[in-house]
């Protein structure tokens, strides 16, 4: 292991020598890495095990314990997903619809971290409520919802199973990542609880078991909003016998929106 970083040289040759460190594991992120990393902690000890945990492929969002996601600050540890870009139209999506529509009642299942129901409880008025089979992710999810103030009813349950109410919105981001997606999966992956990202043998086996029940869970003339993956737009549709697909920021298929069709 190398020595401690020789900080008191100065922060600019600090990160330069950080950035080289990482350049082989992160590429054209190191810089960005570097910089993150070397305004984590004042303990070069600590610092250098950072560095160290990033070298061995460990996620820099779980090495921080915290990142950004849609414009909030979230906590994080490896009982849940790191939040991502691609998830914020979820979002978007959500709170459109509940400002448009006058939804009153949100659940937000599969939650983990809590960062898809709190961004959306932060930008409405809705009541939230977060799911997730992980006693482990909810304590994560509690955590965040203190942290930005929100009020939110915690439920530990698969899928719907301990879930009694009904709700003007659902909103899920479920594993669907198919076994060819786990076989070849990216390091940083590795990392990430394999049960919030295998969806079964073609990833598309949560959609299935949430068509069968979540009407019983939406209140009239509510929506349904799922994340899917960039390739199984038409395959959800088809499990939910109709929806509207709408883009990612990068141009692919990202929510299917259900619409409660009941008389």
Known sequence: MKSPLPR???KMKARAEIEARLRAV?????AIEARELLAST???????????RRIS?????YILGEWDFYGMN??????????????EILVETAIGLIRERGYKSVLDLCTGSGCIGIAIGG???ATIALSDISGSALEVAK?????HGLTAELIRSDLFENIEASFDCIVCNPPYLSEADMGSLQRELLHEPREA????????????????CYLSHLNRGGSLLLEIGSMQGESVKRIFNGGVLVRDYGGRDRVLIVEDNRC
């Open 42 to 52: 004042d303990d070069e000890r600590e610092l250098e095990r950072r560095i160290n």
């Open 74 to 87: 979230f906590k994080l540890s490896p009982a849940v997903l790191i939040p991502r870009p691609d998830t």
């Open 57 to 61: 492929g460990e996620p820099l969002q």
């Open 123 to 125: 930008h409405t008025r």
């Open 197 to 212: 990202l295998f969806g079964g043998a073609d990833g598309l086996d949560f959609y299935r078991r949430i068509a069968r």
């Open 143 to 147: 955590l965040n919802a203190q942290r």
């Open 26 to 30: 992160v590429g054209e992120d190191s």
């Open 8 to 10: 008191k040289s100065g």
